[in-house]
Structures are given as C-alpha cells and as structure tokens.
C-alpha cells in the first residue's frame, strides 16, 4: 500500500491538510512579507497535485495525439491552422483541431480529383521553381503587366484565392498584406475566392471593407457564402466569395448582388456611366470534387439532392454563372469575371461556353501572351489543368496590360490576377482622378472631445464677428432687398 501511494505520489486529502497547515502558519509573518496565502496555495496546487492529475489524465493523452498530428503538418499548414483559432493567444483545442484538419484533408482530395498535383517535393514541376511550400515556389511574373507602372486613365483589377481570410481581427496576417498590395498597386477592383468565412457570424458593422480601408480609403465590399446551411456552424465556412470597389469607382457604383440561391457561387457590383454605360464586375469560385461532407462542393451537393436537380455541381455552377452572364450581355452591357474556375483558363468547359456566341469574353493574361500559361496553383503542374484562376473580359473592353503575378505565400496559395483596363471603356468618359483633402475624424460621443471642439467653435465665431455678419446678411436678403446688396434700382445683383 505504501509502495503504490508512493508510485501515485500524494493523496488529495493529504495535500488539502498541508495546505491547510501552510495556510495556518503563514498568517501572520508571511503577510507582513507581501506574500499572500493564496499565492502560496496556487503554487502548491501547481507543484502537487497538476503532476498527479497529468500522469494519469485523459487530457494528457489527447495533448500527446495533438502533438503527434501536429508534426505530420507542413508549416504553412500550421500557420493557416493558427491563423483559425478562435482564442489567438491560446492553443488550438482537440475540437478546433480535428475541424481544421477535417477541412485540410478535404481541399487536398479535391484537389486530388480535380487533377493537381499534390507532390511536396521541391522542384517537382521538372525543375521550374516549384517548391514544397508557397514560399519555396519562387517563379517570375508571366504577362504584359507590369505592376509598378499604371496608367492614369487605366482601372485595374485584380483576383486572388485567398485559401480562407483567417481569423477575423485587426492582427490578421493576410488581411493586412491584402491592404497593403491593394494600396501600393493601386488596384480598383478586387475579387476574392475561397474566402471560408461565415460573414453572419459577424456583427453589421464589422465587414471586410472595414478591415480592409487603410486609413481615409474609400472602398466597398460585398461577399457571398452559404448561408443555406445553418446549424452546427461557427465562423468557418467552406468556399465564398468577395468583391471589392476602392477609391473613384465607388462613386460609379449602380447595383451589387449575389447568387439567388444564397451558395455563395458569385458576388458581384456594377458600375454606371455616362449615358447608361454599365459594366459588371462579378467574382466567383467554381466547386472542385471532394468527398468530405464540409466542403463547398458537398455543400452543393446537398442542395441538388433537396431540390430533386439532375445536375451536379460544378454543372450547376456552370449553369448559374454563364446564364447570369448572358443575360447581362444580352442587354449590351460589359462584364468582367474574376474566378478561381478549378479547370484550364483556355480550354475548360466554362471558359469555352464563355467565349461562344452570345456572351464573347476570353481571358485576358492569354488574350495577350500567346501560349499555355503556367499553373497557378503552387502545387499545380502544366500536365494537369495548368492556369485555373483568371480575370475573363467582354470583347468590348480595351484591355492594356494583363498578368500573372508571383506568388505571395502571405495572402494565398494561388497566384495573383491582375489586368489593366482603359477606363473609358468601362464607364463611357475617362476616370477623374479627385484629390479630396485629408481632415480629421471628430467623434461627438466622447465628451471631452465635443466641449473641446465647441469651446474653439465659439471663439472662432467670436473673433470674427460670425453672429453680427450673419445677422448683416440676414436683413440684407429680406424683400425688398436692401440697397446696399448692390444691383440697379435696388435689385439684388
């Protein structure tokens, strides 16, 4: 008996008598020390009873599988993974855990299906700068692009599969690269793929323009996601998409939308102007096949199986964004899509129904650089589907410049779309650029603040005379007008 109580270390009830007696002893001198009874008990606690607890604890057992999950991830998996969690100082939970490596398992078997090769090795594209991760894959930019120099009379839009925006907070990592490559490449428009967020988790006023705007920006957003599905659901959500406005062309914005079915298949804005000309700037994310019941394309599926649909989905989503399309161009509008499509750019499915009669849009990077392009996806290989992201334009807009970016492993594992397009072509009439002047924001919640702004007010008005002045006016401007108002025959000039 002695032999196993000494194996198991102490018993509960002799450490709640030492603790007693500790307590008991250091009542008087110890407090006078600075040092608190409690203190000392909480030390106690950890030094005792914690390593018994441990040693024979279920906790202790899933924090060892923990562990040992953990090391069979590549970093950018843990940092994608870390970039979840719901408490951001804390440590993932065994629940968060098995959710975030449910939904990684189920991206690498889509991708799997659709055909991307998922081998880790460095330079397994044939020696063409193709790493084991996004910040191994080092490839030069491909197009007529080039992103330090812009037109002024050009708008240039961009597309980007984000892999999931991450945790949602002001210390975002992506977001906060995102801001920063919206703003010095001075990009206008913006679509996002692959967002998995649940954007009704949030309140109203936190939308990811607000995240986004770097300092006095003017910028819109709209997203899409499921919102079909709503039980069981926390802030992830798998697909959605986004697009954003910034800076003059929010003054041009006429209309903004989503898909009908609430899937999160498309977003889109459209633009006005002068004498109706209307262009439409839509993003949307095309399902790749997985067989986990979390992901976008099961997601789908469910629907198609509740409405009694013969199609799948990525038929439906074919359907969807191509009849959207049509109908726009129909009414001789201009539309340009931006889109992760999950097949080649040039010769896929949708991208063939696109450049058919009716609808005439071809992908702008191979509109202008002959050739396959290369894959954009860093695991993706040219044997397989090659370039699968792309911005696609009407034949009536005048494209100038159109690139694939190299990728940035801060803000996704795609590499970024980015075309120029002559502004006149959009909106009917060059674009303005409007230089307003910068002020500071007054916030007349805060007390101080308001008195100390109403205290300067009324010296302002004091030392220049505001009252007599608007009073010398006011009587000036009644009828008849006074004479000294100037004009003949006493008539106001």
């Known amino acids: ?287 790749c096949k997985a067989p986990g019941i979390r992901t976008y394309y099961q997601h789908l599926q469910r629907f198609i199986q509740e409405n009694r649909l013969a199609t799948n989905p990525i038929d439906l989503f074919r359907d969807r964004v191509s009849s959207r399309i049509k109908r726009w161009r129909s009414q001789g509008h201009r539309v340009v899509l931006m889109m992760d499509s999950n097949e080649n750019v040039t010769d896929g499915v949708l991208s063939r129904r696109l450049a058919g009669e009716g609808i005439r849009m071809r992908e702008a990077v191979h509109k202008l650089t002959e050739g396959r392009g290369p894959p954009t996806h860093f695991r993706g290989s040219e044997k397989s589907n090659g370039a699968i992201d792309g911005i696609w334009v009407s034949d009536d807009l005048e494209v100038v410049g159109a690139s694939y970016l190299p990728f940035d492993h801060e803000i996704g594992d795609h590499r970024p779309v980015m075309v120029d397009i002559l502004s006149r072509s959009i909106l009917g009439v060059p674009k303005k650029t409007i230089v307003r002047p910068k002020a500071r924001k007054l916030s007349s919640r805060v007390p101080r603040i308001r008195n100390n702004y109403l205290s300067v007010v009324r010296e302002k008005f004091k030392m220049h005379q505001v009252d007599k002045k608007t009073a010398f006016i006011g009587g000036a401007c009644l009828l008849p007008p006074h004479p000294r108002c100037g004009g003949r025959n006493g008539e106001a000039g």
């Not at 044939?126 to 002024?152: A, C, H, M, Q």
């Not at 802030?235 to 062309?249: H, K, Y």
């Open 1 to 287: 008996m002695a032999d196993r109580q000494h194996l198991s270390g102490p018993s509960p009830d002799d450490v709640s008598l030492s603790l007693r007696g500790n307590r008991v002893c250091s009542t008087s001198k110890q407090s006078k020390r600075g040092r608190k009874g409690s203190a000392r008990r909480a030390q106690q606690f950890r030094s005792y009873i914690l390593p018994t607890m441990q040693g024979n604890s279920r906790n202790n057992r899933r924090s060892q599988q923990r562990n040992s999950k953990q090391e069979t991830f590549s970093s950018e998996t843990m940092k994608f993974m870390l970039a979840q969690r719901r408490n951001y100082r804390d440590d993932l939970s065994s629940r968060e855990l098995d959710e975030l490596m449910e939904a990684e398992g189920d991206r690498n078997a889509g991708r799997v299906d659709q055909g991307v090769d998922v081998d880790t090795k460095p330079g397994g594209d044939g020696g063409k700068g193709v790493g084991s991760t996004v910040k191994d894959t080092v490839v030069p930019i491909y197009g007529t692009l080039v992103v330090e120099e812009k037109d002024i009379d050009a708008v240039r839009v961009m597309s980007l599969n984000m892999n999931g925006i991450g945790r949602w907070n002001e210390n975002n990592i992506k977001l906060s690269r995102l801001k920063n490559v919206l703003r010095s490449y001075a990009v206008d428009v913006c679509g996002l793929q692959e967002t998995n967020y649940n954007f009704r988790s949030l309140k109203s006023s936190q939308t990811l323009s607000s995240l986004l705007r770097h300092g006095d920006d003017r910028i819109q957003s709209v997203v899409s996601h499921n919102t079909r599905e709503t039980e069981n659901i926390g802030a992830f959500q798998p697909g959605g998409v986004a697009t954003l406005l910034r800076d003059e062309l929010t003054g041009f914005i006429k209309d903004r939308g989503k898909d009908d079915e609430g899937l999160g298949l498309f977003c889109y804005y459209s633009v006005e102007g002068n004498d109706g000309h209307i262009t439409y700037f839509m993003s949307a994310y095309a399902p």
